[in-house]
C-alpha cells in the first residue's frame, strides 16, 4: 500500500468497483463474501481482479453456526407482524439461515484456494487450524478482527498475519467471537495500544477514523494501518441505497446506537425505525444470526416497496458525520493529502508517528 488505508469490507456496501477504485489509488480494497454462496463470491472475485492487478482483501464470516429454536423464532415473527401488516407484506412462514458460516462451507473454502487472493481477512471469529494452514500454504496473508487482548491471542496462535483492531465505535457488526460473552467494549484507540504492546503482531486500527488526521493518530499509536468502513458508504461505487445516505447525511448520523435486533448480533447502525421498535428487547428473545437477519431482510423489503427506508441495515460507526459524498478515488486522495498534511510520509514506515519517528 503507498497509503496506510483499507478499505472495510462491509457487506451490504461493499462492491468490487468500490475495492479496485481504492486498490488504484494506492490502498487496500475489500470485498465482502461472507453473506453470499460460493459461486457468487467467485463472481465478485474474478470482477475485482477485472478491475485491478493490484492486492485486495476478502473477507469471510466465521461465526459459530446458527443454533435454531423453533419457539424464540415463531415468537419473533409473532412480535414482527404488525410491522409487517402495517407495509402491506406478509411475515415468513418460518426462518431459515441465510448465510453460511465460513468455519463449515467447504464451497466457500474451494473457491478462496481456486482462486488464491493476495488477502484473506476473518470477521466473528477464526475457522479452524488446518484452513488457516491451507490459506497460508498458497501464500495468502490473514487478517482477524479482534475486539480484546484474549482474541488477539487466540487469532496469533493459530497463525494470522496482522490484527484488525476494531474499537466498540465502529460501524457495522461487531466481531466479537462470542456474542453472548461480557464484552469490554474498547475503544480503537485503548485496543490498539494494548495490542501494541502486548503481542508481536502488526496492528490494523479499526473504528471511528474517518480523515487523515484521524489516521495518522492511530499511526502514532503503533498501528501499522487502518481499517475505514463508514467513510466509504456516501462513495457511489458503494450500494447504499438512497435512504441510507439521506440517513448518513441527517442528525441521526451523531447517534449511532448497538443493535441485535437486525440481525441477530450486536452491530452498530444508525438510528431509524427498526432500531427504535427494537429498544428494551432481550438479548434471549432475538433469534440467532444470521436467522433473525432472515426477518430483518423480509422486513426491510416491504418497508422499502412501500416508500419507507426505516428498516434497514444501515450499518455506521461514531464517526460518521464526517462522511464525505465522494467518488472512492477522490476520497483517498483528500485522505492521503490529510495525512501528508499531519506529517506522514510513505517511506517512514506503515507504524510511525506522524512525524515519521520509527516505534
Request: a negative charge.
Amino acid at each position: 500500500m503507498s497509503v496506510p488505508i483499507i478499505q472495510a469490507p462491509m457487506a451490504g456496501t461493499s462492491t468490487p468497483a468500490l475495492a479496485a477504485a481504492v486498490c488504484e489509488a494506492g490502498g487496500l480494497g475489500s470485498i465482502a463474501i461472507g453473506a453470499v454462496a460460493a459461486a457468487e463470491a467467485e463472481q465478485m472475485i474474478s470482477r475485482a481482479r477485472s478491475l485491478t492487478d493490484r492486492p485486495f482483501n476478502v473477507n469471510v464470516f466465521c461465526h459459530r453456526p446458527a443454533r435454531p429454536n423453533p419457539a424464540v423464532e415463531a415468537a419473533w415473527i409473532n412480535r414482527l407482524t404488525e410491522r409487517y401488516h402495517a407495509f402491506g407484506g406478509r411475515p415468513p412462514a418460518e426462518l431459515r439461515e441465510i448465510y453460511t458460516s465460513f468455519i463449515v462451507d467447504d464451497a466457500m473454502l474451494e473457491v478462496i484456494l481456486r482462486q488464491r487472493p493476495s488477502v484473506v481477512s476473518f470477521h466473528f471469529g477464526l475457522p479452524p487450524a488446518a484452513v488457516v494452514a491451507a490459506l497460508r500454504a498458497i501464500g495468502t496473508v490473514l487478517l482477524s478482527t479482534v475486539t480484546s487482548v484474549a482474541e488477539a491471542e487466540l487469532a496469533r496462535v493459530v497463525g494470522v498475519d496482522a490484527l484488525v483492531a476494531q474499537g466498540y465505535e465502529a460501524g457495522g457488526h461487531r466481531g466479537v467471537f462470542d456474542p453472548d460473552a461480557a464484552d469490554d467494549r474498547l475503544t480503537t484507540a485503548a485496543l490498539v495500544r494494548l495490542l501494541v504492546q502486548r503481542q508481536p503482531l502488526p496492528v490494523i486500527a479499526a473504528g471511528g477514523v474517518m480523515d487523515g488526521a484521524g489516521i495518522a493518530a492511530m499511526l502514532s499509536l503503533g498501528a501499522a494501518a487502518v481499517q475505514m468502513g463508514t467513510a466509504f458508504i456516501g462513495c457511489p461505487e458503494s450500494t447504499a441505497d438512497a435512504g441510507f445516505r439521506n440517513a448518513l447525511a441527517s442528525d441521526a448520523a451523531f447517534h449511532t446506537t448497538m443493535t441485535r435486533v437486525i440481525s441477530g448480533r450486536p452491530a452498530r447502525c444508525l438510528p431509524n425505525a427498526f432500531t427504535g421498535w427494537g429498544e428494551g428487547i432481550a438479548s434471549a428473545d432475538v433469534p440467532d444470526y444470521p436467522i433473525a437477519y432472515d426477518a430483518g431482510k423480509a422486513l426491510n423489503a416491504a418497508a422499502k416497496a412501500a416508500g419507507d427506508f426505516g428498516y434497514g441495515a444501515q450499518w455506521a460507526g461514531q464517526g460518521a458525520p464526517l462522511a464525505r459524498a465522494l467518488p472512492a478515488a477522490e476520497l483517498m486522495r483528500a485522505l492521503a493529502q490529510e495525512l501528508s498534511d499531519a506529517g506522514w510520509r510513505p517511506d517512514a514506515g506503515m507504524a510511525s508517528t506522524p512525524s515519521g519517528t520509527q516505534r
